[in-house]
Every structure is written in structure tokens, then in C-alpha cells.
């Protein structure tokens, strides 16, 4: 299938690593032009691992002056913004318990300040184009996870603003969908496996709980779903969360 992406701009955040890096990758296969925004230290505009055709800006998406400047940096590069791929996001491990009230605004802050920045910077380019936006965001939104109060509210704000910008935007046209992952094998949950103290037992608890091949989800099949919503072969579909979870959030926990 043709997902007609060639040539289109689409900015991915956190796309240096893991989920977002599948995601460049896929895009630029198909094609598209992809601006990488990240923390990586790589210099400007450099092409990353086998990205052809993506480009590198990098930028702390932390405060809201630094997402104005790299949205304005993309758009003096490419000229235009057809997608926005709202991905950058850290488990922080900021609880009730383990946490302070400092530390809860900062983690939204981190996790989803940006998703706002973002969006509202890239807004007058995406309306010129009938544009399209991807929020990332994760199942621990609906579950809960324990100990990481700051990214689990932000998580839930995340699907909140999906369907309150799919609302915002039908007079533009334009469609606002949300991917949600639950177990995937990048570098953020290597790290967060290591947080406990047998993390191949850990790791082999988890995928034993997975309903679909007991195995954790692969980032390339994230990518998939979201180069599908960011193209118009989803041109009907807006406001929605899409677990691509091998039916971890969802199916009967009794099967095994
Ligand atoms: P990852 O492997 O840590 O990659 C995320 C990338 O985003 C990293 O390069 C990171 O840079 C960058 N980043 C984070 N915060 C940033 C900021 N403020 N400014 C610029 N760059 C920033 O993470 P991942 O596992 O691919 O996760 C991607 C998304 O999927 C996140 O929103 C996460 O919450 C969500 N998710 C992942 C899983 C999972 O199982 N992996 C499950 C549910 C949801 P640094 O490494 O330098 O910080």
C-alpha cells in the first residue's frame, strides 16, 4: 500500500532512540521528510545511522521558548509541516511516595508540557497543509504502574488532548489520533528493567503476560500504526487511542 508520505515533512520528537527512531526510519522509507528533534548531541542537520532523508535538530523540549525555536528552525529548512509526531517521553519514577510536589511538575512538564508546546508552535504550519498529529502516548495511563505518579498523569493528559484537539481541529481538517504502547524493547525500558533486581526474571514475567506470542511488542510495529494514522489511507479516522499492546491492556487476564 502507498501510504502517498513522499515528501512530506513530518517532525518526529525523541527520534534518535527507540519507538522514535523506528519511527524515522519507516517514515523516510516511504519517502518522507523527517526532522528529528531530540537531546542527542549530534550537530544540526546531520544524518543519523541510516536515515537518508531525515535530518537532526537537536533541542531539550523542556521549556516552551526551545520548542518555538526548533519548530521555527524546521520550517525555515523544509518550508512546511505535514505531521507531527508527538513522541519524546521518560518513566521517571516520580510517585507519592519516592517524590516531591517540584518533582510531579516537572515530570509533566517533561512528559507532556511539550506534546502542548509543540502542537500549539507547529499549529499554523500544519493548518496551511491539513496536517496531521500522533501523540504517543502508554498503557499505564489506564492501568496505573505505582511510583510513577508524574508520567502516569501526564500519560492520561496526553489521551485527554487527543480527543480535545480532534475536536479543536475539525474545522481545519485536520485529524488527531493517539498510539498507545504498552511493552516495547527500546533503550527506556531496558533502563527501567534494570531498575529491578533480576531483570531477565522480570522480563520473562512480563512477556509471559503478553496474550499475542508472549513476547514484547517490536518499536517497527508501533512505527506501523503510526505511519498509517499520520497518512491519508486513515483519512476518516480522528480522536482515537490505538493500543498496539498484543492485547496486554485489554484481553482476559485468566488466559495465560
Ligand atoms: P527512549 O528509548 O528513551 O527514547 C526516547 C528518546 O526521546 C530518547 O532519545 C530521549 O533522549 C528523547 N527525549 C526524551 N525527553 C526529551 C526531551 N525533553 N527533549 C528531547 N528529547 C527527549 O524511549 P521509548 O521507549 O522509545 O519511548 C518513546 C515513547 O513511548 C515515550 O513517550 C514513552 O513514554 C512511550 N512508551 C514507551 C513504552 C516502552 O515500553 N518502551 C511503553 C509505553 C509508552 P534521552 O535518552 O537523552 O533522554
Redesign the pocket.
Known amino acids: 500500500m502507498d501510504l502517498h508520505l513522499k515528501n512530506k515533512t513530518v517532525i518526529v520528537?525523541?527520534?534518535?532512540?527507540?519507538?522514535?527512531?523506528a519511527i524515522v526510519e519507516l517514515l523516510t522509507e516511504e519517502g518522507a521528510r523527517v526532522a528529528i528533534?531530540?537531546?542527542?548531541t549530534l550537530p544540526n542537520k546531520t544524518l543519523p545511522d541510516r536515515n537518508a532523508k531525515g535530518y537532526y535538530f537537536t533541542?531539550?523540549?523542556?521549556t516552551a521558548e526551545?520548542c518555538q525555536q526548533v519548530v521555527a528552525d524546521i520550517v525555515a529548512e523544509f518550508g512546511q509541516i505535514d505531521a507531527l509526531v508527538n513522541?519524546?517521553?521518560?518513566?521517571d519514577k516520580i510517585g507519592l511516595e519516592k517524590g516531591t510536589p517540584e518533582q510531579f511538575i516537572a515530570s509533566i512538564n517533561?512528559?507532556v508540557g511539550?506534546y502542548y508546546f509543540m502542537t500549539h508552535y507547529c499549529l499554523p504550519h500544519l493548518k496551511e497543509r491539513r496536517g496531521t498529529i500522533v501523540n504517543?502516548?502508554?498503557?499505564?495511563s489506564v492501568t496505573g504502574q505505582g511510583g510513577s505518579s508524574g508520567?502516569v498523569a501526564a500519560?492520561g493528559a496526553i489521551l485527554a488532548l487527543t480527543r480535545e484537539w480532534a475536536i479543536e481541529l475539525l474545522p481545519y481538517a485536520m485529524r488527531v489520533n493517539a498510539v498507545?504502547?504498552?511493552?516495547?524493547?527500546?533503550?527506556?525500558?531496558e533502563?527501567?528493567l534494570k531498575g529491578f533486581s533480576d531483570p531477565q526474571e522480570k522480563l520473562r514475567q512480563v512477556s509471559k503476560k503478553i496474550p499475542l506470542e508472549h513476547r514484547?511488542?517490536k518499536?517497527d510495529e508501533?512505527a506501523n500504526a503510526v505511519a498509517f494514522l499520520i497518512s491519508d489511507r486513515s483519512s476518516h479516522t480522528t480522536g482515537q487511542w490505538i493500543f498496539v499492546d498484543g492485547g496486554y491492556t485489554h484481553l482476559d487476564r485468566s488466559i495465560s
Open positions: 520528537t525523541g527520534g534518535a532512540r527507540g519507538i522514535g527512531k528533534v531530540d537531546k542527542l533541542a531539550d523540549l523542556g526551545a513522541n519524546a517521553g521518560v518513566n517533561n512528559n511539550h504517543i502516548g502508554s498503557k499505564t508520567y500519560k498507545i504502547p504498552a511493552e516495547v524493547s527500546t533503550p527506556l525500558y533502563s527501567w514484547l511488542t518499536p508501533i
